[in-house]
Each structure stands twice: as C-alpha cells, then as structure tokens.
C-alpha cells in the first residue's frame, strides 16, 4: 500500500510538472520558451530589485486592489512593447487603446513610484513620489525566459530619470539582450554613467545593445520565435489587449478587441484631437504666463532692490556705528593701525642696523683714510714739501703786489690822460705856437681859431700844442 502511494504521489508530481496549456504542433520537435523570472529595480511601488519566478506549468498572480497586479503587467508592456504603447487600461480609468493625461500612470511615474498628488504653497498639484524627487534615480525591467534544453535568455531596459525631467522624452533608456541570465543589481554601479553601451558591454561580455526598438524587436522576435512571418508585433499587440483588463461581454466586441486591427483612422483622429487639445492648452498657458507677466514684472526689480537695500543695512548695521564706546570699525581701525606700525617699525628697526653696519664700516674706512693722510703729509713735509709751500706762497703775494701796481698805474695813467686832454682842448688863441696850423689834429677845426681877428695864422704869435706831447 505504501508503494501504491508512492507511485501516486510521483504520478502528481509529474502532473503538476506538465504544462497547463499545450498548442497542437508546437510541443513535438518545437522549442518553446516561458517566462522563468521577471526582475523589477524601482518600478511603481517596487522599491529597489524585486525578482518574480514563475511555475514552469503556470502561475497565478492575484491580491487585493492596489497591490500591484496592475503594475506588474505593465512592466512587462514597457518591456516587451514600442515606448508609446498604453498601459493595460485596469491601472487607469480610462478607456482601454487611449493615451494617458499627466494624472495617469505613465513611465515616469512608475520610475518615480508616484503613489498621489498633493498641493505646494502656490496651489500649484505637485506628485507625491517614493523616490527621484529633486534628485535623480533610475529603474530597470528585465524578463529571463527558459527554453525547452535550459537555454536561457534575458530581455531587458534600463532607464535613468534626471531630477529636472517633466516628461517620458527626458528619460534616458537603454534596450539590451542578453544569452544567459542577467543580475540587474550588477548594473546599479553604472546608474550614473546613463548606462553608456560600452560601459554595459564591458560589465557584462556577451550583451547586445539596440539604438531603437525595431532593432530590439527584431532581436526579440527571431530569438523567441514571436509570430509568423514577421507578425510578431501584432502577436505582442493581441497579447497587450488581453492583458489589458476590460470584460468582454459580446463577440462581436470580442473580434473587435481582440481579433480585428484597430482601424489607422482612428489614431489619426485622436493625434489630431490631441493636437488640437495640445494647441488650445498652449494658447491658454500662453494667455495666463502673459498675465502673470504683466502682474508680476514690476516685483522681481522691487524685490532685488529690497534685498540690496537689505545686504545694505546689515553692512553698516555691522559695522554697528552708532554703537556707544569702540565698536567694530574703531578696533579695526586701530587693529589696522598697530599692525601697520609694527610693520613699520620693524622696517625701520631691520634699515637701523643696516645703516649702523654701514656707518661702523664707513668710520673704519675713514680712520683708516686719516691715518693715510697723515702719513702722506708727514711724508710730503719730510721731502721738502714745506719749502716749496713757502716759494709758493711767496709767488702769490707777488701776483698779488703785482697786480695792485698794475691797477695804480692804470688809475695814474687814466688822471693824466684826462688832465692832458684839458690841457689841450683849451683856446689855441692863448698859447703860441710855432707849428703850422696843418700841424693840428684837426685842422679845419683849429684853423679857424688859430687866426686872431681874421688874420693869417702866420702872423699869429702862438701855436697850437694839440700835438704836444707830455
């Protein structure tokens, strides 16, 4: 008995090991591939790395409203779908196929883990987030899947959120494959390197980057065998809408969810609803920063001046001059005062003994040119040097006698040159002279006054001694 409930236990084990669902062709000389582990780093609620195994055969994820059933899913869409795919509609209360508003979960708010709203100061609705706020993060999606012969391989996509990002475009993402399984914590440390692809490479030979998504889904189709004839984006599309939640109540909402392609109109029109929207949002931003222009303009002038005014006051306020006794300025000023005197003073101090080295040498030098002298006069006298002072003291009183002589006979020379011109400029009328009257210095001048009465100079009893010599 107790083999018979062995064999039983061993036959439900094997049960429970074989795959719950089976496709007809595909489970005979087909390999197939299953999700083996999901890993999550700072993904909504998921703080740092989270891993998911799942069961070989299947794996049930349930829990209560807000445990993260719905963000589970979406990972997986972020991960294996095109960035501008919108998340399963159960996470957000919207219709399923429509795009999000900035109060919907959306890549940015998963990687800031937004859990609400709140309201700052101004009233302005600020996020309420579990991390990234004012700083940067970063968060990572990655699936390992298993094969039928253990082969295992790992999609997966990193991103780095800056501090200063307000949309999904100002995220940084890397989409990465990788044979093998991959620890997304080994790739923590390059966070701050924007996850560069050589730096990936390097920490981990053998990974494959992707530059887009049509790269990426290449990668990830052929290597999983997704689709047929290049239909593997329309196989992960049909998987996004039956994962997205929404009951189906008919068939023929059953087709047109999840059968039938939705038509290419339809997204035309809602881009460009949403461009209209886009616009008229811009036009009223517009209107209402051009009014807070015109209100506010005049109050970033008056607020810098107040604060000048302000740096102002505490400037002289500390310098505190109406303080009784010394305040601060006259303890600098003094402060300043004594150290540029002790500076001076040591100046003069270093220049005194400089100068006393000096003098010390200069005396030496100058007792030492005395003794010279002395001995040179001394020596000069010892040689005659006195007679010849003597001879030349006598030539100069010589010059000196010579000179006054020189200067008396000049004067004595000058009275009788004086006395001799009167003498001789006196009336030629009064004197005799034998001489001719052609004798004269002058004789047309003395002509007229050697003749007496207009008589002939010949009969004249006098000369003229103009020429007469002393």
């Known amino acids: ?210 530059d887009s998504y049509t790269s990426f889904a290449a990668r990830l189709h052929t290597r999983l065998g997704i689709g047929a004839n290049g239909d593997g984006s329309k196989a992960l599309r049909l998987l996004v809408r039956i994962q997205s939640g929404h009951q189906i109540r008919t068939v023929d909402e059953l087709y047109k969810e999840m059968v039938l392609e939705r038509p290419a109109t339809y997204d035309a029109a809602d881009r460009a609803i949403g461009h209209f929207d886009d616009l008229e949002s811009a036009y009223v931003a517009m209107q209402t920063e051009q009014q807070k222009a015109v209100l506010l303009g005049p109050i970033t002038q008056k607020y810098a001046d107040l604060t000048t005014a302000r740096a102002t006051i505490n400037q002289i306020e500390a310098f505190e001059l109406d303080a009784v006794g010394d305040g601060p300025l006259t303890v600098w000023r003094l402060r300043r005062e004594a150290a540029i005197l002790e500076v001076e003073r040591s100046a003069n101090r270093s220049r005194w003994k400089l100068n006393e080295s000096d003098l010390s040498v200069a005396s030496e030098v100058q007792r030492g040119l005395e003794g010279e002298l002395t001995a040179t006069q001394a020596a000069h006298r010892d040689a005659g040097g006195a007679q010849l002072e003597d001879l030349d003291n006598q030539k100069k009183q010589s010059l000196l006698r010579r000179e006054e002589r020189l200067t008396r006979r000049s004067m004595l020379a000058e009275r009788t040159a004086h006395r001799a011109n009167r003498w001789m400029t006196r009336d030629c009328s009064t004197r005799r002279s034998p001489l001719p009257p052609s004798s004269c210095p002058d004789t047309k001048q003395h002509r007229a006054s050697c003749t007496t009465d207009a008589r002939p100079y010949a009969t004249a009893p006098f000369r003229c001694l103009s020429d007469a010599k002393l």
């Not at 800031?112 to 309420?128: C, E, M």
């Not at 993060?137 to 959120?161: E, P, Q, S």
């Open 1 to 210: 008995m107790i083999d018979h409930l062995r064999d039983g236990l061993a036959n439900s084990a094997s049960a429970l090991q074989a795959p719950l669902f089976t496709v007809p062709g595909a489970s005979d000389g087909t390999t197939q591939w299953k999700a083996e582990t999901f890993q999550l780093v700072n993904w909504g609620g998921f703080e740092g790395r989270v891993r998911f195994h799942f069961h070989p055969g299947a794996t049930l994820i349930s829990g209560a409203s807000g445990t993260g059933k719905s963000t589970l899913l979406d990972a997986y869409i972020a991960l294996m779908m095109p960035s501008d795919t919108p998340f399963n509609g159960a996470s957000n209360d919207a219709v399923a196929g429509r795009a999000r508003n900035a109060e919907q979960r959306n890549l940015l708010s998963y990687l800031r883990g937004q859990t609400d709203t709140t309201a700052d100061d101004s009233g302005r609705q600020r996020p309420k987030v579990l991390r990234g706020l004012q700083r940067s993060t970063w968060g990572a999606v990655a699936m390992t899947f298993i094969d039928d012969h253990g082969n295992r391989f790992t999609v997966l996509r990193l991103y780095h959120v800056p501090a200063s990002a307000t949309q999904a475009s100002e995220i940084t993402m890397r989409m990465a494959t990788y044979e093998g399984t991959l620890d997304l914590a080994d790739l923590a440390a390059h966070a701050e390197e924007l996850f560069a692809p050589k730096v990936l490479k390097a920490a981990a030979p053998g990974l494959l980057t992707h």
